[in-house]
């Protein structure tokens, strides 16, 4: 698959190659060789809300934090594609998790004074809102938890029980999570969206942004992935977390599933994972 619409007038030579990449839910995804020796990175998909590109494209340049991950370049954005710099396909520096922790405390530095975003934007295909909140309880129980029972994939693959459950857990998240400050989030941080840069340094893509709890990036994050430990020894050194952390993880993580199970009609494991964690924090 080909289009010259990708790489024309970026004076990278014409497109001659577009190789398959593994990638998110939402789009396919090439890297395109030109004519010149250059190469992007093209994630395109026709039937996705049409402002869904422009606003991953700002949400990449939100996260570029200095001393932060290295985050591609946006080169072109249209409603059914967007261009990107290609990070490369280097191996991973010796010091990748140190530095990766590193760079994620870093970003969790940069707060503002409400949770929220500036706008709404995406996780997956599914509209992420964002609305200014000072409350981050309330913002996460609402806007990341309860919002997803309106899908129907997710209302009707979630028994009664569940959903019930559900919402009792979100009202008492004051007595679960300890207060954090609102910090700038990727937002969708599973170890596919990490990767080594063009030196081998960390480097981030695929970013559902917004300003929230520190843990529920790292949520994600650990829970579909194995981190070395320095991972978390570096991360601590700049951005202690609260005693007990993980083990509050499993409870973050249930944004991740509920977003997985509204948007797919049959994962009756991811059900049955909500059910278990629903049951531990009920």
Known sequence: M?????????????????????????????????????????????????????LEAEGLDALRVAGGFAVPEVLRVAPTFIVLSDLGTAEASPTYWEDAGRALALQHRQTAD???????NYLGILPQRNPWTSDGHAFFAEHRLLRYLEVPNCHNQLPEVDRRRLERV?????????????????????????????????????????YGWPEADLATLLIYGHLAEEFFTAYEEFHPLEPGW???????????????????????DTVEEIHTILERFD
Not at 114 to 120: A, R
Request: glycine content about 10%; overall charge negative.
């Open 2 to 54: 080909l289009t010259t619409a990708w790489v024309e007038g970026l004076s990278l030579g014409d497109a001659v190659s577009a190789d398959p990449l593994e990638g998110g839910y939402a789009s396919k995804t090439f890297r395109v060789r030109t004519t010149l020796g250059r190469s992007v990175v093209v994630k395109t998909q026709d039937d996705l809300p049409p402002d869904l590109y422009a």
């Open 114 to 120: 409400q949770f929220g975003y500036h706008h709404d």
């Open 170 to 210: 979100a009202g008492r998240l004051a007595d679960l999570v300890p207060a954090q400050p609102p910090s700038l989030l990727h937002g969708d941080l599973w170890h596919g969206n990490l990767l080594p840069g063009p030196s081998g340094n960390p480097g981030m893509i695929d970013p559902a942004v917004h």
């Open 246 to 268: 993980r083990d509050r993880l499993p409870l973050l993580h249930l944004r991740e599933l509920l977003s997985i199970t509204a948007h797919t009609p049959d994962v009756t």
